[in-house]
């Protein structure tokens, strides 16, 4: 073999080395698993926060680690509380509501969410089996009452199968949230006001107003004297008048 030859032939599995795929795919959330993992084989929730008002939300992530063995397909089963909160939809566009699920080495199964009786459940599948240690799903959980309450993966339910179709899962857990109910600041409100009689003067000078009430009554006096008087006359005339 000439120099030319082995030249290429070096830089032929250079090629190879870089258009070589990387397994496993790590997606965003990185491969660090949650701090109470202890066992090779687990699944796992993590939340942002495990304190919050009603009316917050707060993303919890689903960990699955196989270690170093291949597998070849997961089932997840998570229940919740409806009373408490309730899983935001991840795709409006689809029918039902779904959680985020963001691996791409496992192709989903099934992505169901029921608000109503608080039951999540995803399963997946690789092509190729592959090992698996990351966080595969995100779901966006909504406050909607105050208190604790308990996020539980139902290890019945749920499994991490190798390629000889074993279940490998050793370890499940559960979380707590503590929801608060805010208080809020009332808004300022304007104190009753009671109607005041405009100032005129009047009700300050007592004579004043005695005086023109016995005008008054002068004036109703004398017009009713006079009409008692026009009466009289009126009766006369007429009684003249029949005898004349």
Do not use: C, W
């Not at 258009?19 to 109470?36: C, D, E, Q, Y």
């Not at 009316?55 to 070849?72: C, H, L, M, P, Q």
């Not at 240690?133 to 966006?140: F, K, L, P, S």
């Not at 979380?175 to 005041?196: C, D, G, M, R, V």
């Amino acid at each position: 073999m000439n120099f030319l030859d082995l030249i290429q032939k070096v830089k032929a599995q250079g090629a190879d080395t870089l258009a070589a795929p990387t397994f496993p795919f790590t997606p965003p959330g990185g491969t660090s698993p949650p701090a109470n993992g202890t066992k090779n084989h687990t699944i796992l929730l993590q939340a942002d926060s495990a304190s919050l008002n009603v009316g917050d939300t707060v993303k919890v992530r689903i960990y699955i680690s196989s270690t170093a063995e291949n597998i070849s397909s997961f089932s997840v089963n998570i229940a919740f509380d409806p009373e408490f909160v309730r899983v935001i939809d991840a795709d409006e566009t689809a029918a039902g509501v779904q959680i985020d699920y963001i691996d791409t080495t496992f192709r989903t199964q099934t992505n169901t969410v029921n608000n109503s009786t608080g039951i999540i459940n995803i399963r997946a599948e690789a092509t190729t089996a592959s090992a698996l240690t990351r966080t595969v799903a995100e779901i966006e959980f909504l406050a909607l009452k105050s208190g604790t309450t308990e996020i539980e993966i139902i290890t019945g339910n749920s499994n991490i199968v190798n390629t000889n179709g074993v279940d490998l899962l050793e370890e499940a857990n559960a979380i707590s949230l503590n929801i608060s109910t805010t208080t809020e600041e009332p808004y300022p409100t304007q104190p009753p006001t009671t109607p005041s009689i405009p100032n005129t003067g009047i009700q300050d000078h007592p004579s004043l107003i005695i005086g023109a009430a016995s005008g008054i009554l002068l004036i109703i006096v004398g017009l009713y004297l006079n009409k008692i008087g026009s009466a009289k006359n009126h009766k006369k005339q007429r009684i003249d008048g029949d005898f004349s």
